[in-house]
């Protein structure tokens, strides 16, 4: 089966106190990133490339450090390719009609 390529953007902020958390994106299970906080009062428009089958793939946001700290993604929607996506980071990649060479 031939694999789209699709990029979804969302909106990521964290409000945190002390030391910078760390956060993960999930795509399935697959880990597709770890990063650190450290932008006080800002959030930030994440964008997630994905080369993948046709299918419906979860997009999940995590925080390793919990203490301290309060995350939360919204805005989600697809920048590229034949995709949609809900709020809740469930994402639907269709098959395109590609030309024949």
């Known amino acids: 089966m ?28 697959e880990l597709f990133t770890e990063r650190t906080w450290i932008w006080p009062d800002m959030y930030l428009e994440e964008s997630i490339q994905i080369q993948a089958e046709p299918g419906l793939y979860n997009i999940r946001y995590e925080l390793v450090d919990t203490d301290a700290a309060k995350l939360s993604v919204s805005n989600f929607k697809i920048k590229i390719g034949p995709a949609s996506v809900d709020q809740t980071g469930c994402l639907t990649i269709q098959e395109s009609a590609h030309e024949n060479a």
Not at 2 to 29: H, L, M
Request: a negative charge.
């Open 2 to 29: 031939q694999t789209e390529f699709v990029i979804v953007v969302a909106d990521v902020n964290c409000e945190w106190s002390g030391e910078s958390p760390r956060y993960r994106c999930y795509v399935n299970d």
